[in-house]
């Protein structure tokens, strides 16, 4: 099969579209003098940019008749669908485009050429993905990896906010204390502070507090919490900026979340930490890296907030002890 022009609708949330990567990655290996395309909503742009193997990112426009018109214009000859939404494979249909392949389910199929029946979810998110690839040859690679291009900007920019918080040699640990999904997702933030304090008296390394805008509030009540206060980076760096200062960590320990996956991507070692959802998952995808779970009889749940009693087992099953053994395993010589 030959397909000069491929179509490539990313997921819509962070940790997913870097996830990914590794399917695009294999289109491009097996056709790699077709141009390639990735279809991002704004909110994952700066991820579909920093793919690897891509030619293109297209801002993916609001409503499907829009959709539809931007997917007849292109003159795909394949059309890969990553995201769980109908309106994707409906706008390739509508806009003929002769290949479109997608997982099955959701309704999904009726507009889909080829509807791959989604893997259990014993397997990772990754090898999901890379299911897609192979009815039209695109089979998995020996060895698929994340992978995050750091542009020179990232770089200066998060430069210049180092330069400004932390003295210079000073080695960092980050932690990533939020998660967009809800409070299942979170471990407590008297934890965190705990886990900061004795990263900087037992190893001698200062946190460095990543996010967006949106976990200023609990940033905060985690420095207020710690005898030494952290570099606190949340919503002061653009996505790519906090790749590129989480290249430059020691270590990362994170919440089940996007930063989680672009922490893995852009090799710092890390240690996620899962509650209510399910490490097999998605896991940080990778040999370096670790995952904890705090495995209790309802987990996994999947649930955004806990069944009001239980007290958020998952997550009291995270000890402060536990999370510090875990790092060393991740964070060689930390």
Known sequence: MKFPRILVKLPNWIGDAVMAGPLVAALRAHWPAGHLALLARVKVREVAERLPGADEVVGEPAGLGALTRLAAAGAWDLAVSLSSTLSAPVAFAAARIPVRVAFAGGGRGAFLTHAVP????SLH??????????PVGAFRPAA???????RPGDD???GRFLARTAPAGERLVAIAPGATFGPAKRWFASRWAALGDRLALERGVRVTIVGGAEERP?????????????????????????????????????????LMHVGAAVGVPTVGLFGSSNPHW?????????????????????????????GYACLDALTVDRVLRAIPEAVPGA
Do not use: K
């Not at 698929?144 to 750091?150: G, K």
């Open 118 to 121: 989604p893997p259990p979810r």
């Open 125 to 134: 998110q990754v090898e999901h993905y890379l299911a897609l690839g192979a």
């Open 156 to 158: 200066a920019e998060a």
């Open 282 to 310: 998605t896991r940080p995808y990778g040999p370096a890296h670790a995952a904890l779970w705090g495995r209790v009889p309802c987990a996994p749940c999947y649930r955004r907030t806990c069944v009001p009693g239980r």
């Open 144 to 150: 698929p990896a994340l992978a995050w291009l750091i």
């Open 218 to 258: 609990v940033a905060a009540r985690i420095a207020r919490l710690m005898a030494r206060r952290p570099v606190d980076a949340t919503g002061a760096l653009t996505l790519g900026a906090t790749a590129a200062l989480l290249r430059t960590c020691t270590g990362f320990v994170s919440n089940d979340s996007g």
